[in-house]
């Protein structure tokens, strides 16, 4: 079983960087496709990025190819989301996932709490 906590959100003008982290417990973390999703006020939950296993393969939302980065640390059980170029649509709270198997496709099983991203214009 992974339990998830994340960290590193906050307040950044419109332009600016953020690197979001996803600390996971548990011996299996390697064997884990990691995903981070967001949520907007009123809006659903969304996908952002996904990580599988080996981090061999990687997928991004259209809304950020080119601005976020997904990578994992498996010696720190961490995931990372490198965000640049940030806009204020980008606000939300951000929830990191675990996954059920390899790859993303596999869903997700277990969730954090969320971090607040709030990109000021």
């Known amino acids: 079983q992974v339990q998830v906590v994340e960290s590193g959100g906050g307040l950044v003008q419109a332009g600016g960087s953020l690197r979001l982290s996803c600390a996971a417990s548990g011996r299996t973390f390697s064997r884990h496709a990691m995903g981070w999703l967001r949520q907007a006020p009123g809006k659903e939950r969304e996908f952002v990025a996904d990580?599988?296993?080996?981090?061999?393969?990687?997928h991004y939302a259209d809304s950020v190819k080119g601005r976020f980065t997904i990578s994992r640390d498996d010696a720190k059980n961490t995931v990372y989301l490198q965000m640049n170029s940030l806009k204020p649509e980008d606000t939300a709270v951000y929830y990191c996932?675990?996954?059920?198997?390899?790859?993303?496709?596999?869903?997700?099983?277990?969730w954090g709490q969320g971090t607040q991203v709030t990109v000021s214009s």
């Open positions: 996932a675990a996954g059920l198997g390899y790859y993303a496709t596999a869903g997700y099983g277990h």
């Open positions: 990580i599988s296993w080996n981090s061999r393969s990687t």
